[in-house]
């Protein structure tokens, strides 16, 4: 098997897709490209496929495998855990891996957008890349770039990320030190997409202690530190590219 | 795990026909029990003590509540024996994921925008408006009241209208596209994104005839007709109380 991961700065879905490769110890070759500045439209060697133009995550890293380019953080992990006998990433009972595919799924869907709205708000990217086929991302490219925030959206991002810190708060009410039962893939994805809110969001870390020490544990996990020391600039949790779109149906 | 198995489903459709066809595929009895949607029956309290969010599907497996209509199929994959309905291979696996995320989060909700301006808006505007109105109070999730809203009152703007339509006429385009490449959506073997996108597609013939059809987009109405010769698919829609469900009748036509 050859595999090439092809990962922005360790940073929202990058970041969960290096912790789950180094947690999982299967070996895919590390590319580092500059998603922030579109390198994926076009930089990725030889892969032209609907799942790269039109990844529901958008600008997130590609695991090309045997020339297969993947993409979508949650499910690369998927991969890389079913690739490991698939239960290190995931827990092994049926119901307790429908926990964290519900959880991947509400995170994605309600938090990974206001994030990524918050951030590229905040540290707008420079160009509209070339070559974007899919039109709806190469809009959310326009309006970063533009910098038209609509305040209502930014407004909604800041909600929608404090009921995410408020979920994480409540699952970890019993005292427990992850999300699921031992760390892994709710852990690396929700960390990913939370842990550079507290200066966009700041009043949805407020009061929320439990939430606090988990991503300090998140943060000092081995996997994490080794994906985060991949850095190429001193605050990597600030560099963003237009992610999901905002829900466009309730 | 074992115990009873009761799912809460409208028609066989969208989410609701998600786990209904991946448990029939798999073999597992349960009992149905149907909510009838464009009666709110789903945001009554009997149903919200199940999924206080109160959308519809969700299932109960014992004691357990499981939502959430992909993850669900999953687990019913994962948790009974029966034929398996994810491939063995890994990289199938996550193309199987990536396919039911970009058809639940891309093109579903622009088929929901439509289907709810056109069917199910007109259909509420004739009852009456104050029970209408004290029905969407009480539901719970506060995007979804704004999208009944609009829903009701015609209030979908001329630009996301045109944006869904965009996505659906796209969205068939790389289904055909991706079915031309494989017998099944997503992998060598029928799978849960043969069901997922059943669910999504199988109304597009009789609704837009002029698109999909087998000049144009022969390898989806292949894969269409595949499906809905299957017993499972057969039995599901049989749950189905409404005339929704006849949309599968144009399916029985053979290729000209
Ligand atoms: N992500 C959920 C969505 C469930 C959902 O929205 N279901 C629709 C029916 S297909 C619903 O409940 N609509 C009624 C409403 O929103 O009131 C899933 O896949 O189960």
New interface residues.
């Given amino acids: 098997m050859n595999a090439i991961l092809y990962h922005g700065e360790p940073n929202g879905p990058s970041l969960a897709v290096l912790a789950a490769a180094f947690e999982t110890g299967v070996q895919v070759a590390l590319r580092r490209i500059d998603l922030a500045a579109g390198e994926r439209h076009g930089g990725i060697p030889g892969a032209q496929a ?2 790269l133009d ?3 995550e958008g600008e997130g890293p590609v695991l090309v ?2 020339g ?1 380019a ?3 953080s ?3 992990a ?2 890389l855990d ?2 490991a006998g698939g239960a290190i990433l995931r827990p092994a009972d ?2 307790a ?2 926990q964290v ?2 959880w991947c ?2 995170l994605v ?1 309600r938090v990974a957008p206001a994030a990524a709205y918050l951030g590229t708000a905040a540290m707008p990217p420079r160009t509209v890349p070339v070559g974007i086929a899919n ?2 991302l190469a809009e959310r490219w326009e309006q970063a770039v533009t910098g038209r925030c609509d305040a209502a959206l930014l407004a909604d991002s800041r909600a929608k990320t404090a009921a995410g810190v408020t979920r994480v708060e409540a699952q970890l009410a019993d005292g427990r030190d992850w999300l699921f039962g031992a760390i892994g893939l709710a852990d690396f994805e929700t960390y990913g997409w939370l842990c550079g809110m507290a200066p966009l969001a700041a009043e949805a870390l407020v009061g929320r202690p439990r939430t606090a020490a988990w991503l300090a544990r998140v943060k000092a996990h081995p996997s994490v530190a080794r994906a985060l020391a991949l850095a190429t600039v001193p605050e990597p949790e600030k560099v963003w590219a237009p992610g ?1 779109e905002i ?4 | ?1 074992t115990g009873r198995v009761t799912l809460y489903h409208w028609e066989p459709n969208a989410n609701s026909g998600k786990p209904m066809l991946a448990l029939v595929e798999k073999g597992v009895s349960f009992d149905s029990h149907y909510l009838d949607m464009l009666g709110f029956d789903h945001h009554r309290p009997a149903y919200l003590a199940i999924n206080p969010e109160g959308t519809i599907p969700a299932m109960t ?1 014992g004691g ?1 509540v ?3 209509s ?3 199929m ?2 019913v994959d ?2 009974f024996a029966g034929p398996p309905l994810m491939p063995a291979d ?2 199938e ?3 199987v ?2 396919w039911m ?2 058809m639940d ?2 093109l579903a ?2 088929f ?2 439509i289907g709810w301006s056109v069917f199910v808006g007109p259909a509420m505007r004739q009852r009456d408006p104050a029970e209408i109105e004290a029905a969407i109070e009480r539901i719970p ?1 506060p ?2 009241r ?2 009944w809203r609009k829903a009701v009152y015609g209030l979908f703007g001329e630009e ?1 209208m045109a ?1 869904s339509r ?2 659906v006429a796209l969205g068939i385009d ?1 289904l055909e ?2 079915l031309g490449k494989r017998e099944w959506l997503a992998s060598d073997g029928f799978s849960l994104a043969d069901i997922n996108g059943f669910n999504l597609a199988y109304g597009l013939p009789a609704t837009r005839p002029e698109a999909v059809n087998d000049q144009q987009t022969p390898n989806l109405i292949r894969w269409l007709r595949a499906i809905y010769a299957r017993p499972a698919t057969r039995a599901c829609w049989a749950l189905g109380r409404t005339d929704m469900a006849k949309r599968l009748a144009v399916l029985e036509e053979q290729p000209a």
């Fill in positions: 609907p799942e039109y990844s529901v495998v045997d297969v993947m993409t979508d949650v499910f690369l998927c991969y079913d690739v049926p119901y891996r429908w595919m519900a799924r509400w869907e039109a709806d999901p829900n466009r149906w309730g | 795990m497996h357990r499981l939502t959430e992909t993850a669900i999953e687990y994962e948790a890994p990289v696996r996550w193309r994921r990536w995320k970009f989060q891309w909700p622009s929901s925008m999730l995007e979804r704004t999208s996301e944006e965009r996505r790389l596209a991706e």
